[in-house]
């Protein structure tokens, strides 16, 4: 079982993408809103390098951006 | 083959599908997303029928009407080319080639970059193009807003109720901006604004650390960690640059009914040249196109 966090806004328009998306396909996740918690934002700067959401952590891997060729690739979910 | 294939499912997109479902044509959509930048703006306060909507709950309104019609959509699927040959119109795609007699361009615009050292590497770094996805991230540093219209102010606005400081950076003397989003960014204590300010670069190690400005003649270096660049947009016509007349800003030219010069290929929305770049304009013209394209396919079938 992959664990998958996802930090995101609640205004992001990318992330309600990629949220979307793992609802599609009935995957869970843990919904990480870095709007609300401060401390969530900066371990999501430092997985990532990165001060942009969505950012996906599937199991180590990171994912920035709603990429969802990359998210369905770590997913083994084909396409 | 279709009757109509549209690219795009923003504002405009979304519209004509409504208005070619109603008219029981046999269509496709293709769409990398469905919301298009609509979904981007914050608050959207001049769409009719909505005192006080987000754009993202706006998105979401159009995406659930359009859902109401059955119809063929290719969601995140990417077009790569578009040609016309013997009357048909041929759009191939990163998975697949289909056909139609119509088309509508709807595929929207984009951030307009400000090309200047730094902003590229710097891009999700401090760099973005979307506050309203990014600006939580910044809570309690300081920022520089970069622009001079709506999407600057609606930024500034966002990011008033979390960033620090705020520098306004504004390469002409005035804003243009609707004035009741200008009264509430000079009312905020929190806001510098700084006009006739060119951007020279943007500094940084791993992150953004500060911007080297111009005024005057004069340059000046500004400590932020977050550079919010909203300088406008660019249109989404290079697919079809090499298809139908563009103006000198890369739209597509349209007539008032969004005829393109190629009969049977219409474009509606921020892609084309019609003025004023607002979700109301773009849907409005989406409906246009459609109904448009109905005209020309009723007069393929029963010519005069």
Known sequence: ?79 | MYDLIIIGAGPAGITATIYAARKKLNFLVIAKNIGGQAALSADVENYTGYQYITGLELAKKFEEHMKEFKMEVKEGEEVVGVEKIDGTIKVKTDRGAYESKTLIIATGARSRTLDVPGEKEFKNRGVTYCATCDAPLFANMDVAVIGGGNSALDATLQLIKIANKIYLININPSFRGDDVMIEKVEKSDKVVTLYNTKTLEILGDKMVTGIRLEKEGQQKILDVRGVFIEIGYVANSDLVANLVELNRRGEVVVDEHCKTNVPGIFAAGDVSNVPYKQIIVAAGEGAKAALSAYEYLSRLRWPA
């Open chain 1, 1 to 79: 079982m992959v664990t998958i966090k996802v930090y995101s806004t609640p205004t992001c328009p990318y992330c309600r993408m990629v949220k979307d998306f793992l609802k599609q396909n009935k995957i869970e996740f843990e919904d990480i809103d870095v709007a609300a918690d401060v401390e969530a934002a900066k371990e999501m700067v430092a997985k990532s390098g990165q001060m942009a959401v969505p950012v996906l952590d599937i199991d180590g891997t990171i994912i920035v951006g709603a990429d969802l060729r990359a998210i369905k690739r770590a997913l083994n979910l084909g396409g």
